[in-house]
């Protein structure tokens, strides 16, 4: 099993950047995915969830209106784009995919020990 996140790196504020998350070796169209981050010194934090149909997203109130979750299936991908980046936003962002169909706790709540989890990416914006 493996979940790899890419497209990590340096942005100026208001800039944009996309991640994107591959993943592998499981039945990945039955799983809920969402992203995560976590900065220096601070808790994990579910910051977008999306359930397996893309019927269904989450986005916590920090990231509401600049970033968008999406998902592609049939490559087995999920990605963020971020729109308007802001020095907040500066941490390691970590995808995963769960088996539950619902997106607002598995953000709010999230847990490592469940489901699968990539190794994150640094995203770092400069102000």
């Known amino acids: 099993v493996q979940v790899v996140e890419s497209g990590g790196g340096l942005v100026q504020a208001g800039g944009s950047l996309r991640l994107s998350c591959a993943a592998s070796n499981f039945s990945f169209t039955w799983y809920s995915a969402g992203w995560f981050r976590q900065a220096p010194g601070k808790g994990l934090e579910g910051i977008s969830c999306?359930?397996?149909?893309?019927?269904?997203?989450y986005y916590s109130d920090s990231v509401k209106g600049r970033f968008t979750v999406s998902r592609d299936n049939a490559k087995k991908m999920v990605y963020l784009q971020m729109d308007n980046v802001e020095p907040g936003d500066t941490a390691r962002y970590y995808c995963?995919?769960?088996?539950?169909?619902?997106?607002?706790?598995?953000?709010?709540?999230?847990?490592?020990?469940?489901?699968?989890w990539g190794r994150g990416t640094q995203v770092t914006v400069s102000s």
């Open positions: 999306i359930n397996k149909d893309a019927d269904n997203m």
């Open positions: 995963a995919a769960s088996p539950t169909s619902l997106v607002e706790p598995m953000c709010v709540n999230p847990k490592p020990s469940y489901g699968y």
